[in-house]
């Protein structure tokens, strides 16, 4: 018997994964039934794909071979080709088995029993290995790799069928149902009050650094609280530690303000400017002094403070040697004083600070008696006391028990033993200013005792819109879809089993609108439970080194390990522009999880990914335009359309201004930048290009003019404000008033667009003359230039890395970005394009995630992250690397979803038929018209 040829290389096309693109998370697997079971949005894949290649890269990849149906299904001519070459019991294999159209469970176990019966009937072939000729040495060395191929390829095959995008995105549903169940019944049980936790609970996620239960804790600094405390009058009773709480919370207020005076008196401080009035006042003990106190501002419905800090036992323990009848006089005294506190809670913010613990060790002698063991007897007889001041109803009193905690973890630090350090006495006044002004000022980074924002009008009308969606979609799902399903069983003539007909009904447009939409506000609907509604938890991000390398180290390992061998060759090709995407966008999205933005070198490398983006688009519009000569309006909107269409939803849904997802707005303008100018007069195009040099002069000349125009904008501030101030498009480029973030975005990366776009022009032209060589294993130019390029490239990357680790001030680094980013994008290019090993393989790891970077970087806002990227969403609390792990597994799904629904719509949306088209734009351009009435009745409503 001789032996079957070898299979398939690596660079030919995977049967099973649809469009040639293998990944980690694999496409949906075949069906036997019809294909709308197997994937509800029939694409129409040859113009999507024709649009999405034009939009990065300006050059159409292959789609793959076989019908457009046998590419859904995850088949076609490259599966035949394959069973063709590895014989017929392998073809057979690969025919019946999951890849195939019949494929199911026993399919797969078929694939396998054949492999292990064609490698039993090899193994009396083995004995050519010992023959010294050439061609049997030869088979026998290859023998095992085309086992471990086989092996491989049908492997994947069982894999891809038991778990493919489809069955992931289902178990995503179902985790997310379950994790809300869990947290709505966690709340009604354990109470809904985010101001409790950030008073009774918390740990250290590191030094200085103190995160609440649940919810994030905002860091005030002098002007907002100030804004906050305006004509408010705060007062501070009790002890020395009441008086170390008190120098804290006004140092918040006026960091210059020093702790002088003295100890055992009352303490003044007032702010005229802001009308802030903070008192400490000296009473130690609880007993009839602090009584009195208390009394005079329960019966004056004027004077009193607006907030009341009190607690006091220390003293009493040490006046009294810690006797047991000093604590049942405490109980006593504290008993006569509650209804007073009770009746200033009704009107005024009222807090008991229980006693933090002692460090026995450090105290001094006359200090012995005051042992843990009795500040926990006063801390109990005050709980009990102050929470049954009041009958069949809540106390208003709030207990302040969180620095126990605190001081748990630095009582250490102490100087005496008694006194906290000031680094705890900072993080417990920081509470209680988050306590009073978070529902004040609302910040977005200080989620704990805000309540839930009120909807506006366009969320109502989105959530209107997105129920009818769904309801019209179920009521056309029911009545019309299900009469033209006829599924009649009949029976396999070879098998004896039941199969139900293939029939291929063609799926509308009107359906494919409405079940895209149903997703999408599902989708929505979990977007807005995730950063607007209180439901799943939220916390600080917190940098330590590992927390970025460690998972970046885990990334790059699997992205070498998923390698596959490119289609084609070129520079810059499809496969390996969507590796470069999906990298530098996990590298972003861990650089954003782990807070690695206060680590200066990480940061300027991450701007470097930013820019890169740009350049890509710089490249990819200018390689369309020039190469296609295509200028038509078709190809505007399709484009438009992908970039902005789940930033305009969110924009609606989630309330925040289009600006807020700077990149989109940014690489939108760039679109148009690049657009006007190469389709303006006179268009110039590779065509018309080659018949004379004189047109190469012609559009280097339009550079040059694009390039004044960006310096002139970048060093005239007034200038660039004044163009997007301009009605409308300041409701676009506003951002808390002005379009001030705007510009600095813009000009941190003003220049990478035009040399993306000057380097796409010198590569087409250098290909064009054929001065490249981009065959498979060649390198790009020849040896000795190409050796010095690559040197030159390596030192190049290594200097910028160098000099962007060396930063000591980021203002400084961020003049100079601008001006010499390119040095490492262009050094990162050529030593990824010149080898010609290096341009012939790329990661399907990396690649599949830059297929949907887009939609990965604008999720990561409102269901990765929290409070708008400024937290964490904590989804399973208590155990931050499992968190992680679903929270991230649920968002990669949403984003694939998102992504085939922008797909999906863009077809309706944007038809090809000129008409149509029109008619679509003017529909789209009133649909505006209502956004900006509305917006405008709601900027007035919240004035």
Request: with cysteine; charged share 20%.
């Amino acid at each position: 018997m001789s032996a079957p040829p070898p299979p398939p290389p690596a660079a030919a096309r995977d049967p099973v994964t649809p469009e040639g693109h293998r990944g980690p998370v694999t496409p949906e697997p075949p069906a036997s039934g019809p294909p709308l079971e197997t994937q509800p949005l029939l694409r129409q894949e040859a113009a999507g794909e024709e649009e999405e290649e034009g939009e990065e890269t300006g050059v159409r990849g292959a789609s793959g071979t076989g019908t457009a149906e046998q590419r859904r299904r995850g088949w076609g001519e490259a599966a035949e080709a394959a069973g063709a070459e590895e014989g017929p019991e392998a073809g057979g294999a690969a025919a019946a088995g999951p890849g195939g159209p019949a494929g199911g469970a026993g399919g797969g176990r078929g694939a396998w029993r054949r492999l292990l019966a064609w490698l039993r009937r090899r193994q009396p072939q083995r004995g050519p290995c010992a023959a010294p000729l050439p061609r049997s040495a030869a088979l026998c060395c290859h023998g095992g790799t085309k086992m471990a191929a086989l092996a491989y390829t049908l492997g994947k095959r069982e894999i891809n069928h038991y778990f493919s995008v489809r069955s992931a995105k289902v178990l995503a549903l179902a985790a997310v149902l379950l994790l809300a169940g869990c947290h709505l019944a966690s709340r009604r049980y354990r109470g809904n009050d985010s101001c409790e936790y950030l008073l009774s609970s918390g740990r250290f996620l590191g030094e200085k650094v103190w995160q609440p239960h649940s919810c994030m804790m905002h860091k005030y600094k002098y002007n907002e609280a100030k804004n906050c405390l305006v004509d408010k009058h705060i007062a501070f009773v009790g002890d020395s530690r009441i008086r170390q709480l008190f120098y804290s919370f006004v140092k918040i207020i006026n960091p210059q303000f020093k702790e002088e005076g003295n100890k055992h008196e009352n303490i003044p401080f007032e702010d005229k400017i802001a009308s802030v009035k903070v008192d400490f006042l000296w009473h130690p003990e609880v007993n009839g002094s602090m009584k009195q106190c208390i009394k005079v501002w329960a019966e004056d419905s004027v004077a009193k403070p607006h907030v009341i800090v009190a607690g006091a036992a220390t003293w009493s323990i040490k006046i009294h040697n810690g006797s047991n009848e000093a604590l049942s006089q405490y109980r006593m005294n504290i008993t006569s004083i509650a209804p007073l506190l009770e009746k200033l809670a009704k009107t005024s913010d009222v807090y008991w600070v229980l006693q933090d613990p002692v460090y026995e060790d450090l105290l001094s002698e006359n200090r012995k008696m005051i042992t843990n063991e009795k500040i926990d007897a006063y801390n109990e007889a005050a709980v009990s006391v102050l929470n049954s001041s009041t009958r069949n109803s809540k106390s208003h009193v709030k207990m302040f028990s969180v620095s126990k905690l605190i001081a748990q973890e630095t009582i250490m630090e102490s100087l005496d033993g008694l006194h906290l350090p000031e680094s705890s006495r900072e993080t417990s006044a920081m509470i209680l200013m988050n306590v009073y002004c978070n529902k004040i000022l609302k910040p977005v980074d200080g989620s704990c005792c805000q309540p839930r924002p009120p909807l506006t009008l366009m969320q109502k009308l989105a959530a209107c819109f997105f129920t009818l969606s769904i309801v019209g979609y179920l009521i056309f799902y029911i009545i019309y879809r299900n009469a033209h399903r006829k599924n009649k069983p009949c029976t396999d003539l070879e098998s004896g089993e039941e199969k139900k007909n293939i029939i291929n009904t063609p799926v509308s447009p009107l359906e494919i609108l409405l079940q895209s939409l149903c997703k999408l506000g599902l989708i929505m609907a979990y977007f807005y439970m995730c950063d607007r509604a209180n439901l799943f938890m939220k916390e600080n991000k917190f940098y330590t080194h590992s927390t970025f390398f460690i998972p970046i180290i885990y990334i790059l390992v699997l992205g070498v390990f998923y390698n596959e061998n490119t289609k084609e060759t070129k520079v810059l090709n499809r496969e390996q522009t969507d590796e470069w995407k999906g990298w530098m966008q996990l590298v972003i999205l861990i650089y954003h999880i782990s807070g690695a933005s206060t680590f200066l070198p990480v940061y300027m490398h991450v701007r470097v990914l930013v820019a890169a983006y740009l350049f890509q688009t710089g490249y990819g519009h200018f390689s369309y335009f020039w190469v296609k000569g295509d200028f038509g309006i078709h190809r505007v909107c399709q484009v438009l359309f992908r970039l902005n269409f789940l930033v305009v939803v969110l924009c609606i849904v989630m309330d925040r201004p289009y600006q807020f997802y700077y990149f989109v707005p940014l690489v939108t303008v760039w679109f148009m930048v690049i657009y006007v100018t190469l389709a303006l007069w006179p268009q110039i195009i590779q065509k018309k290009a080659n018949g004379s040099c004189f047109w190469h002069f012609g559009l280097l000349l339009k550079l040059a003019f694009l390039l004044l125009c960006i310096c002139f904008l970048a060093y005239s501030q007034g200038a660039f404000e004044k163009i997007f101030s301009l009605w409308p498009l300041s409701k676009c480029f506003e951002l808390k008033g002005n379009v001030y973030e705007w510009w600095f975005r813009w000009r941190l990366d003003r220049y990478v667009v035009f040399h993306g776009m000057l380097f796409a022009f010198t590569y087409l032209t250098l290909q064009k003359r054929q001065i490249l060589s981009e065959g498979k294993g060649e390198p790009l130019f020849s040896n000795k230039i190409s050796n010095v390029l690559l040197f030159i490239s390596v030192v190049s990357f290594l200097t910028y890395s160098i000099w962007a680790s060396s930063c000591k001030n980021k203002a400084e680094c961020n003049e100079l970005h601008p001006s010499v980013s390119v040095v490492q994008i262009l050094a990162f290019i050529l030593i990824r394009n010149i080898p010609g090993y290096a341009r012939s393989v790329y990661s399907s790891f990396f690649a599949w995630f830059g297929k949907i970077s887009l939609e990965l970087f604008t999720c990561q806002y409102h269901i990765w992250l929290a409070a708008d990227t400024r937290g964490i969403l904590v989804l399973i609390p208590g155990n931050p690397m499992l968190n992680i792990i679903v929270s991230t597994f649920i968002f990669v799904c949403v984003a694939h979803e998102i992504s085939q629904i922008t797909n999906d719509l863009a077809q309706i949306v944007i038809p090809k038929d000129n008409s149509s088209l029109l008619k679509r734009l003017a529909c789209i351009a009133a649909f505006f018209c209502g956004l900006l009435i509305l917006s405008s009745i709601q900027d007035k409503s919240r004035y």
